[in-house]
């Protein structure tokens, strides 16, 4: 027999706040366009994006997550100190070890928070969501703070017709904490890891370092490929976040699939055959593409307008390199 004590957390966790953060600097299309051989209309066409947010030297991957992760926890009604970890998705903090993590929970002055990051692409949010919820359930921590936050202007080729138009930067958290009621659905998750190959980095950094290469690493894709797969699989991935809820699309009120492109997210709605009451986030037309910042920051934008309300039920999915992808059903805050 176990001498081991049960763990005494919660019943159910929750979304308790959300925060985000944009670089002060708006890049419309016209500056892009500067390197590539294109259109604002063929942007827009093909992205729905119009403008995104380019960080300056200041505005470094932890300072962006502080300032997120400061309205998260107001949002919340807690007090940093309360923070028993601290979750950082990104795949642009150029440091190694230690991870940003560790610094934004020292600045955020958390109780020595438990602090780590995660690198799964534009998934990340929903890892990190899901890695919040077992913690507080299990009793390891009380309150966790999510963050999802990019500066991918660093990894954009800014030549390269097919990806410059669509990275962004910035930062969105989230505040999770105890329920006494279902709050957070089951997670729908996993990878393709034969399908790597089509959305990837250049090259490794060591090629770059050892001098094989003179251009710095950047993200590239195979644009079809991501588009197929998007469509097509995840659409039966976000329905099965739903029956894992027990829901349906009528059930819905707001709809927060990955910012990564308009056609993906209308071809998404009509597979799905949502409603027309169900709100859908397009936070892409004017923050492009923020891999793991994406949906915190179109939950925090729907909340700001309006357009969504607390209490609300969402779907929310993240898909991308891996390729990897998580879906799960929430309650607004």
């Given at each position: 027999?176990?001498?081991?004590?049960?763990?005494?957390?919660?019943?159910?966790?929750?979304?308790?706040?959300?925060?985000?953060?944009?670089?002060?600097?708006?890049?419309?299309?016209?500056?892009?366009?500067?390197?590539?051989?294109?259109?604002?209309?063929?942007?827009?066409?093909?992205?729905?994006?119009?403008?995104?947010?380019?960080?300056?030297?200041?505005?470094?991957?932890?300072?962006?997550?502080?300032?997120?992760?400061?309205?998260?926890?107001?949002?919340?009604?807690?007090?940093?100190?309360?923070?028993?970890?601290?979750?950082?998705?990104?795949?642009?903090?150029?440091?190694?070890?230690?991870?940003?993590?560790?610094?934004?929970?020292?600045?955020?002055?958390?109780?020595?928070?438990?602090?780590?990051?995660?690198?799964?692409?534009?998934?990340?949010?929903?890892?990190?969501?899901?890695?919040?919820?077992?913690?507080?359930?299990?009793?390891?921590?009380?309150?966790?703070?999510?963050?999802?936050?990019?500066?991918?202007?660093?990894?954009?080729?800014?030549?390269?017709?097919?990806?410059?138009?669509?990275?962004?930067?910035?930062?969105?958290a989230v505040v999770v904490g105890p329920a006494q009621e279902p709050a957070i659905g089951p997670t729908v998750w996993g990878s393709e890891g034969d399908k790597s190959e089509t959305i990837k980095q250049t090259v490794p950094w060591t090629d770059f370092r050892n001098g094989e290469v003179a251009k710095f690493p950047a993200i590239t894709q195979e644009g079809q490929a991501v588009f197929r797969w998007a469509v097509f699989e995840m659409a039966k991935v976000a329905q099965q976040a739903l029956d894992a809820a027990g829901i349906t699309p009528d059930d819905l009120d707001v709809f927060i699939p990955h910012q990564a492109n308009e056609r993906i997210i209308d071809s998404m709605v009509k597979t799905l055959k949502l409603p027309e009451h169900v709100t859908v986030a397009r936070d892409v037309r004017t923050t492009g593409n923020t891999s793991a910042a994406s949906i915190p920051l179109a939950m925090e934008r729907l909340l700001a307008t309006g357009e969504a309300k607390s209490g609300d039920t969402a779907l929310v999915i993240g898909f991308g390199a891996g390729l990897v992808y998580a879906a799960t059903v929430v309650t607004l805050p």
């Open positions: 027999m176990s001498k081991i004590k049960p763990s005494k957390g919660a019943p159910y966790a929750c979304i308790l706040g959300v925060g985000g953060y944009r670089p002060t600097r708006v890049v419309p299309n016209e500056v892009i366009l500067e390197k590539i051989d294109s259109s604002d209309e063929w942007i827009r066409s093909r992205s729905g994006i119009e403008t995104r947010h380019w960080a300056s030297d200041e505005e470094t991957v932890a300072a962006m997550s502080i300032e997120a992760s400061g309205k998260a926890i107001a949002d919340a009604g807690i007090s940093a100190e309360q923070i028993g970890a601290v979750v950082v998705s990104t795949v642009s903090h150029f440091s190694q070890t230690p991870a940003v993590a560790t610094e934004i929970a020292d600045k955020l002055g958390t109780d020595k928070a438990a602090a780590f990051d995660i690198s799964a692409g534009c998934a990340g949010f929903g890892y990190g969501l899901t890695l919040a919820k077992g913690m507080i359930v299990e009793g390891s921590a009380e309150y966790v703070l999510v963050i999802g936050v990019e500066r991918l202007s660093d990894l954009t080729d800014l030549e390269d017709r097919a990806t410059a138009f669509l990275f962004g930067d910035g930062a969105g």
